[in-house]
């Protein structure tokens, strides 16, 4: 991993919105210390779910020692909002991961966040996938196909039932009877693949824009009438890891939460972990002062671009987007998409391709804003808010009165 990305990931750690909860106050964590160190403890008895390579074994042969693991370590703990004493239990975590099965599936998408995974940074895939997580079944992935695939998958589903995490990439399509998305020999479809395989599994991971909110499929006129896991599985622990792909970090970061502690991270209105999902974009952008300063990119080429300007005049949604991608990044932390002159199009919120896919300022969208400017929280909105079709911020107008700015776009607001 690249110092660079470890220092981001440490600045979102002792940022103001993103800093461990002292309320809670030391007897909380110590608490929650011993019963991660019991939880470790009982997963050190059990044997690997499968005949994987020694976690050590592997870091040696990716050529990393000691010392690049426990920086990861270090950051990965930071990305979790935990505090710094907890890196050792962190580090054991991911030495562990090989002890949860895990199911992936692909329904209604492009296999971006299967991609995005394959180029997590530090471990890389191979160690953290498919030899230090249980990987019991991808069809991206896994050599074996046709009826061959099914066997594997069946076979893992009945021998960690209760007990493996489900993976969903991509939309579930209800439309003719949910004919619009079948799989295998037997042409189950996709929603009954999925309602099959989500009973039996321990949670329920839904991974990309698609697989949470619908994503482009459910883009109007929506054909196929699809959906996100969220509005099909009942009755069983969900949560849902946005955005166009998912960023691999935080993939990885539900994983081993999962193995550290036994259960799911802390969710915010809309099953997002808060570890990543709690604060906007917004907040940590390398642009934000340009904002304050009502300083604006006015078209593309001027001398505002050409100066690295806030891109909110042409379209930028982050003043309305939850996700860490200004902190994390893709890329082994290289770059983002604001990082190379694009704005965000707000891919981790509900209907975005609707709502936000769009090269205008969301004053000029004819939209209702909601009431509470850049320094509302996601629950503060709430999931009424977020998923009505009217949702929309004209955000520059109570940001310049904060701050004191004046500027054209508060006129458009």
Not at 259 to 286: M, W
Not at 337 to 358: H, L, M, N, Q
Not at 359 to 368: C, F, L, Q, S, T
Request: hydrophobic share 40%; proline share 5%; aromatic share 8%.
């Amino acid at each position: 991993m690249s110092d660079k990305r470890i220092d981001a990931v440490k600045k979102l750690f002792t940022s103001q919105s993103a800093k461990v909860d002292t309320n809670r106050g030391e007897a909380y964590y110590e608490t929650l210390f011993q019963k991660c160190q019991e939880r470790l403890d009982a997963l050190r008895e059990l044997p690997p779910v499968s005949n994987r390579v020694d976690f050590k074994q592997a870091i040696f042969d990716e050529g990393l020692d000691r010392r690049d693991f426990l920086k990861w370590a270090s950051a990965t703990t930071a990305m979790l909002m935990l505090p710094a004493s907890f890196t050792p239990l962190v580090a054991e975590a991911a030495e562990l991961m090989n002890r949860v099965p895990v199911v992936w599936i692909e329904l209604q998408d492009c296999a971006g966040n299967s991609e995005a995974l394959l180029r997590s940074d530090g471990p890389k895939i191979d160690e953290i996938v498919l030899d230090i997580i249980s990987l019991e079944f991808h069809e991206t992935l896994m050599a074996p196909s046709g009826h061959q695939a099914e066997k594997q998958l069946e076979d893992a589903i009945e021998t960690f039932k209760g007990k493996y995490l489900l993976f969903v990439e991509g939309a579930v399509p209800r439309g003719l009877n949910g004919q619009f998305g079948t799989i295998g020999a037997k042409a189950e479809t996709f929603e009954d693949h999925l309602l099959r395989l989500s009973k039996d599994a321990a949670a329920v991971i839904a991974v990309g824009s698609c697989a949470t909110f619908g994503g482009v499929p459910a883009a109007a006129p929506n054909p196929t009438d699809a959906v996100g896991v969220m509005e099909m599985v009942h009755g069983k622990p969900i949560i849902n890891i946005p955005a166009c792909p998912a960023n691999p970090s935080n993939m990885v970061g539900v994983v081993l939460h999962f193995v550290l502690t036994g259960q799911l991270p802390e969710l915010d209105s809309l099953l997002r972990p808060k570890f990543a999902f709690g604060y906007r974009i917004h907040d940590n952008c390398e642009r934000r002062a340009h904002f304050d300063a009502g300083e604006f990119v006015e078209e593309w080429g001027d001398e505002g671009a050409k100066n690295n300007f806030c891109l909110y005049k042409m379209g930028c949604k982050g003043p309305m987007t939850f996700n860490n991608c200004s902190i994390i990044r893709y890329n082994e932390g290289v770059n983002w998409p604001i990082g190379v002159g694009r704005g965000c199009i707000g891919c981790s919120e509900p209907d975005f391709w609707d709502k936000y896919a769009y090269e205008r300022p969301m004053a000029n969208a004819n939209i209702k804003a909601p009431t509470g400017g850049v320094e509302k929280t996601v629950d503060e909105f709430g999931l009424g808010l977020l998923t009505a079709a009217g949702i929309g911020i004209g955000i520059h107008a109570v940001g310049s009165a904060i701050f004191g700015k004046k500027s054209k776009v508060e006129e458009e607001a």
